[in-house]
C-alpha cells in the first residue's frame, strides 16, 4: 500500500504545483513517507486511483482533447513519480521537473478552452464569466507571489536561510545553508548553525570548508583527514528510507 501512495501524492504534489502553486515555494519539498498516517496513506491511494479512472475515461472519449494532454502529461511525470524509487534530497519533487509537463498541460488547456468558447448556450455563457472571473483572482494572486518571493531568489543565501528556517529538521536544507553561509563569509551565520565539533561527515566537510575560509589551513587538513577516516554510516535522506513493518 505505501508504493501506491507514495506515487499518489507525487502525483498530487505536481497537479498542485500546476495548478496552484503558490503556497509551496520553498527550494525543497520535504516528504516522510514512514511518518504518514493510514489514512494519509489511503489518500494517495485514493489520488492515484483518481488519475487512473481519468485516464481511462478520457481514452474511451475519442474527442476528449482534454483527456489527450492530460495523459501526455502524466507520460512525462513519470519518471518523477517514484514509480521507481528516487532520492532527491529527501524531497517529494522539484518544480524543475515540470518545465515539459508544465508547457504541454498549458498547450492543452488552451486547446481546451478554445473548444469551450465555440459552444453555444446560456449555460455555456454563464461558465465562461466564472472561469474568466477565476482567472483573474489566479493572476492576481500569481502577481502577489513573484513580489514577495522574488528576493528570495536573487541570491543562494537568502534562499536557503529561509528554506532552512522553514525546515530546521531537515538536514539537505541546513548542509546547503551552511554551505552558502561560508561562501558568502556569512561566518557567523555558519557559527550559529552548525554543529561544532562536527559530527556527520556532511558537516565535516563544511568545518574544513570553513576552517579554511578563516585562515587555518592546518585545522582544516586534519579534519579532511579525520573525514577520510570515517566510514559511510549516515542514514539514508530518501523519502522512501527503511519502511517500517506496517508499510510492507
Not at 115 to 132: F, I, N, S, V
Not at 159 to 175: C, G, M, T, V
Amino acid at each position: 500500500m505505501s508504493w501506491p501512495a507514495f506515487i499518489g501524492h507525487a502525483l498530487a504534489f505536481y497537479m498542485r504545483q500546476i495548478v496552484f502553486p503558490f503556497l509551496d515555494i520553498s527550494p525543497l519539498h520535504p516528504f516522510k513517507l514512514d511518518k504518514l498516517s493510514y489514512l494519509e496513506l489511503w489518500a494517495g491511494v485514493v489520488v492515484l486511483g483518481i488519475a487512473v479512472a481519468v485516464g481511462v475515461l478520457g481514452a474511451l472519449r475519442k474527442r476528449a482533447s482534454w483527456a489527450i494532454w492530460l495523459a501526455v502529461v502524466w507520460v512525462c511525470l513519470s519518471p518523477v513519480l517514484h514509480i521507481i524509487p528516487l532520492t532527491i534530497g529527501g524531497s517529494i519533487g522539484h518544480e524543475r521537473f515540470l518545465a515539459l509537463p508544465l508547457a504541454l498541460f498549458c498547450i492543452g488547456l488552451a486547446a481546451c478552452c478554445a473548444e469551450y468558447l465555440q459552444t453555444e448556450g446560456t449555460a455555456a455563457r454563464r461558465y465562461r464569466r466564472y472561469a474568466g472571473a477565476l482567472g483573474v483572482v489566479w493572476c492576481l494572486v500569481a502577481v502577489v507571489n513573484v513580489q514577495v518571493t522574488l528576493p528570495l531568489w536573487r541570491e543562494d543565501l537568502y534562499l536557503w536561510k529561509w528554506a532552512y528556517e522553514r525546515n530546521p529538521q531537515d538536514e539537505h536544507a541546513k548542509i546547503m545553508y551552511l554551505n552558502v553561509a561560508v561562501r558568502a563569509q556569512q561566518f557567523d551565520a555558519y557559527r550559529k548553525v552548525a554543529t561544532i565539533p562536527p559530527v556527520s561527515n556532511n558537516e565535516k566537510l563544511l568545518y574544513a570548508y570553513y576552517l579554511l575560509r578563516t585562515h587555518q589551513p592546518g585545522e582544516a587538513l586534519g579534519w579532511l583527514e579525520n573525514r577520510l577516516r570515517t566510514p559511510e554510516t549516515e542514514p539514508d535522506k530518501s523519502p522512501m528510507g527503511a519502511f517500517p513493518p506496517r508499510f510492507q
